[in-house]
């Protein structure tokens, strides 16, 4: 069965520093990975996926993703956070090849940005 | 509108009675998903739907789930003789295979409290 593991429920960062929201995952085959971002009350809005090719992947919101196939991990970062990229950010797989084409969903990490 | 919408947005009903969400996906999107999501927890999986295939109802937590989905459009999910234990936010989700790998596009959510 896929697994995807969020270890941290919340992250803190201060404005204008480097943030990094971590995830890793379990699955049988090629990993297709996603991350989303949920703002208060707000459905989730899509980020950025790997599917394959270049390991790091740039989305939205000037985020960006680095998939490490020996670590089974793939963070979600950005170089200088803003007080406006405080949400709840969620960790995704699937893996059509040879497990389940639905994503699974880690539980989701909170990302608070200080002024 | 050009996204997924979901109705009702919020839903407060009784122990015992059966309610209806709705969930209306992007035009053309030919898959369509329903998650819970409940207060400190990830999105749990719960039906999807795949062109005229038949729905993957495995996230079903019992019986009194089920969903439908007509003429490839509107999806609705319904709860029989709800319990306090289904208070959650239902969110729903629509994807188009064709445009490539399962980006998920969301909805707002229907909160649904069960007094």
């Known amino acids: 069965a896929q697994s995807v593991a969020q270890p941290e429920d919340q992250v803190n960062v201060a404005e204008g520093n480097p943030l990094t929201v971590k995830c890793t995952y379990s699955v049988s085959g090629n990993p297709y990975l996603f991350w989303y971002v949920q703002y208060p009350n707000r459905g989730l809005q899509f980020l950025l996926k790997?599917?394959?090719?270049?390991?790091l992947v740039k989305g939205s919101y000037g985020f960006e993703a680095e998939f490490n196939k020996s670590q089974t991990s793939f963070h979600l970062k950005k170089p200088s956070a803003l007080v406006s990229d405080s949400a709840l950010y969620f960790c995704?797989?699937?893996?059509?090849?040879?497990?389940?084409?639905?994503?699974?969903f880690g539980r989701g990490t909170s990302l608070i940005v200080h002024p | 509108g050009a996204g997924v919408s979901q109705s009702p947005s919020n839903k407060v009903t009784e122990k015992g009675k059966d309610v209806e969400l709705r969930c209306d996906p992007i035009?053309?999107?030919?898959?369509l998903y329903w998650y819970r999501q409940s207060l400190g927890q990830g999105l749990e999986f719960l039906i999807y739907f795949q062109g005229n295939s038949a729905p993957d109802k495995s996230g079903l937590p019992s019986d009194r789930f089920s969903a439908e989905r007509t003429g490839g459009s509107v999806s609705t999910l319904t709860i029989q003789r709800t319990q306090q234990e289904d208070s959650a936010v239902y969110l729903c989700a629509s994807s188009s295979p064709t445009s490539g790998v399962e980006t998920q596009y969301f909805g707002p959510g229907t909160r649904l409290l069960v007094l």
């Open positions: 035009s053309g999107h030919t898959a």
């Open positions: 995704a797989v699937s893996a059509p090849s040879g497990g389940s084409y639905i994503p699974t």
């Open positions: 790997y599917i394959t090719g270049d390991n």
